[in-house]
C-alpha cells in the first residue's frame, strides 16, 4: 500500500498527541497496584501539561538520527544517552555506569541490571515506528538497538513488540491481527508474549478486564506498583490474589497492559486509556504507548478533542540536559512529528519513500502478511551473497549472547563473544570469540587477519594472530577462539585490542575489548 502524505502527517501528529495524552492520565498513578477508577484527568492543567519521561526520551533519539541517519545504532545512541540524558535511577543509571566503565552494548543493557526486564524502553519504540511506517521489519531493527543501551530479554523484546505493533499500525488498524505481528517479532516463550497470549484468551473468554487484570500479572508478576510501598502496607483492595515477582521484572505484565486496553477498550479511545490506566503498574507507560498506538491508527484528527484539548499539543520535558546545548526540544506534539517527517526519507531511502511524488511525499507500506516477521529466508547458504543485506534479521538479534558485541566496518563486519562475562580470574586463563562477515556489497573473496595487541603481564596461549579465508558466500565468516592468560597481570582493569584486516586492502576495523578482574 501506498501511504500518502497528508495521512501520513496525521498519522504522526497523532501518535505523539496520544503519547502525551495518555501519559499524563496515567501519571499521577504511576508506581501504585491499585484500580484508580478515574474517567478523566485529575491534574490542574490550566498552566499546561506536566513533564513526561515517556515522551521526552525519544526527542535525545531524534537528535542521534538528525545527524546520523539509519547508521544510527547502539553504540551512538548509547554516546547520546551519556551526553543528554539526567536521570541515573534504576535501569537508567546502570545503562550509563557501565558505558562509562567502557562495557559496550549490549552488555551495558545487561551486566549488574536488576532492571533489564523493566520498561524503560518499551516506552520508546514509537521514533522507531514513525521512522519505518508499515516496516515492522526495519522498525524492530532500530528498536533492538535502542534496548540495549540499558535493558536486555524481557524488556527487549517489550520494545521489540510495541515497535512491530506501532509499526504495522501505519497499515493496518485490525487489533487482534496487529497484536499478532507484534508476537511475530519476538520469541515464542518468553514472558512477554506468555504475557499478552494470556490477554488474548480472557478477552475471547468473556473474562471482565478487573479479573484479567489479576490473571495477566500472575503469568508474568512484577513489582513496578510496590517498589514504593512496604510489604505490610500494599494495599488489598483490589489485589487478593496478586503474586509478588522479582524486582525489575516489569516488561511482560505492563506490556500486556497496554494489550488489555487495546482489547478491552474495543477501538473506543477514551474508554481504552481508562481501562489501561485501572490496570495500575506503570499506568503513565502502557497509556502513554496505548495513546500513541491508537493516534497511529486514528490519526490526530480522529482524537476526540475532549481528550487533545486540555493539553494545547504542548509537551514538556524533564529528563533533557538542555545546559549541553546538543539538543533541540521541541513546544508542541506537532512540532515533533514534524521533524521526524522531516528526515523519513534519508531514513527509509528512495526505494521505500519518494520524496518527490507528485501531490507530496509517498511511502511504500508493507500490508497484510507481509507485515508478519519472516522466519525463514529465501536465499540459500553458500550462494553468492552480494548484494544481500548485511543486516540481521530481528529474530537472529534476539537469539544473540547479550555478550555478543557486534562491529561495522565498511568491508567486513566484525562479533566479539565474550562468552557471558566481562570478568576474568586474574591468574586464569580466559577465552573469547572473534567471528567476522564479509561485507555482503563486496564481490570479492578475501583473507582476514586478526591480530591480538595485549597489554603487559598478559600473554597468548597458542598463536596471537589469525588469517583466514572470508568468503563472500551468504552467511560464510571467518571463526577464531583466542585463548589469554592473566597470571602475570595484576591491574584490575585489562584492555586488549583486537585488529582485524583485509589482506590487500587499506581498510582494518580496531576493536577494543575490556575485562574485569572478579567475578
Not at 508474568?220 to 488489598?236: D, V
Request: proline share 5%; net charge negative; aromatic share 10%.
Amino acid at each position: 500500500m501506498v501511504l500518502k502524505l497528508n495521512e501520513f502527517r496525521d498519522k504522526l501528529a497523532g501518535c505523539w498527541a496520544g503519547k502525551n495524552v495518555g501519559g499524563v492520565l496515567g501519571a499521577p498513578f504511576e508506581c501504585k497496584r491499585m484500580v484508580p477508577d478515574v474517567d478523566f484527568y485529575i491534574q490542574d492543567l490550566s498552566m499546561g501539561p506536566p513533564a513526561n519521561d515517556d515522551l521526552d526520551l525519544q526527542i535525545v533519539w531524534l537528535a542521534a538520527v538528525e545527524r546520523y541517519g539509519r547508521n544510527v545504532n547502539a553504540s551512538i545512541l548509547g554516546e547520546y544517552w551519556l551526553s543528554y540524558v539526567i536521570p541515573n535511577w534504576v535501569e537508567y543509571g546502570t545503562g550509563k555506569a557501565n558505558l562509562k566503565a567502557g562495557i559496550v552494548p549490549p552488555m551495558c543493557g545487561d551486566v549488574d541490571n536488576t532492571y533489564k526486564n523493566s520498561n524503560g524502553c518499551w516506552i520508546r519504540s514509537e521514533l522507531w515506528a514513525c521512522l519505518a511506517p508499515g516496516h515492522p521489519e526495519i522498525a524492530t531493527r532500530y528498536a533492538f538497538e535502542d534496548a540495549i543501551v540499558d535493558h536486555a530479554n524481557e524488556g527487549m523484546y517489550g520494545e521489540i513488540f510495541t515497535a512491530a505493533l506501532q509499526s504495522a499500525a501505519f497499515a493496518e488498524s485490525d487489533r487482534e491481527k496487529l497484536i499478532d505481528i507484534g508476537l511475530s517479532y519476538i520469541p515464542e516463550d518468553c514472558a512477554v508474549a506468555r504475557a499478552i497470549r494470556k490477554t488474548v484468551e480472557c478477552y475471547h473468554n468473556g473474562i471482565d478486564y478487573l479479573e484479567a487484570r489479576k490473571i495477566v500479572h500472575n503469568t508474568a508478576p512484577g513489582t513496578f506498583g510496590i517498589q514504593e510501598y512496604k510489604l505490610s502496607e500494599i494495599p488489598k483492595e483490589n489485589n487478593e490474589g496478586m503474586e509478588i515477582g522479582e524486582p525489575g521484572f516489569d516488561a511482560p505484565e505492563n506490556v500486556a497492559f497496554v494489550v488489555l486496553g487495546l482489547l478491552y477498550g474495543e477501538g473506543d479511545f477514551g474508554k481504552s486509556l481508562i481501562i489501561a490506566n485501572n490496570c495500575g503498574e506503570e499506568t503513565d507507560c502502557t497509556c502513554a504507548t496505548l495513546g500513541a498506538l491508537l493516534g497511529i491508527i486514528y490519526g490526530a484528527s480522529g482524537l476526540p478533542e475532549k481528550w487533545t484539548k486540555p493539553l494545547d499539543d504542548k509537551i514538556v520535558t524533564m529528563c533533557i540536559d538542555k545546559t549541553s546545548h546538543g539538543i533541540w526540544v521541541p513546544d508542541t506534539a506537532t512540532e515533533l512529528a514534524e521533524r521526524i517527517l522531516r528526515v523519513v526519507p534519508g531514513f527509509l531511502g528512495q526505494d521505500l519513500c519518494d520524496a518527490f511524488a507528485e501531490g507530496g511525499m509517498t511511502i511504500e507500506c508493507l500490508e497484510k502478511e507481509a507485515l508478519f516477521c519472516n522466519k525463514t529466508t529465501d536465499y540459500l547458504p553458500l550462494i553468492n551473497g552480494n548484494g544481500k543485506s548485511e543486516e540481521l534479521p530481528i529474530r537472529d538479534l534476539c537469539a544473540l549472547s547479550s555478550y555478543v558485541a557486534r562491529y561495522q566496518f565498511p568491508a567486513f563486519s566484525v562479533m566479539v563473544d565474550y562468552e557471558d562475562s566481562v570478568f576474568f580470574t586474574p591468574g586464569e586463563n580466559r577465552k573469547f570469540k572473534i567471528k567476522v562477515v564479509n561485507s555482503n556489497t563486496m564481490r570479492e573473496q578475501q583473507w582476514v587477519k586478526i591480530k591480538l595487541y595485549l597489554p603487559e603481564g598478559v600473554i597468548a596461549v597458542g598463536a596471537s594472530t589469525a588469517e583466514l579465508p572470508l568468503n563472500n558466500l551468504y552467511l560464510s565468516c571467518a571463526e577464531k577462539e583466542f585463548e589469554i592468560n592473566t597470571e602475570g597481570f595484576s591491574d584490575s582493569r585489562l584492555e586488549l585490542i583486537v585488529d582485524v584486516s583485509l589482506t590487500g586492502r587499506h581498510s582494518n576495523g580496531p576493536v577494543k575489548v575490556v575485562l574485569f578482574a572478579g567475578k
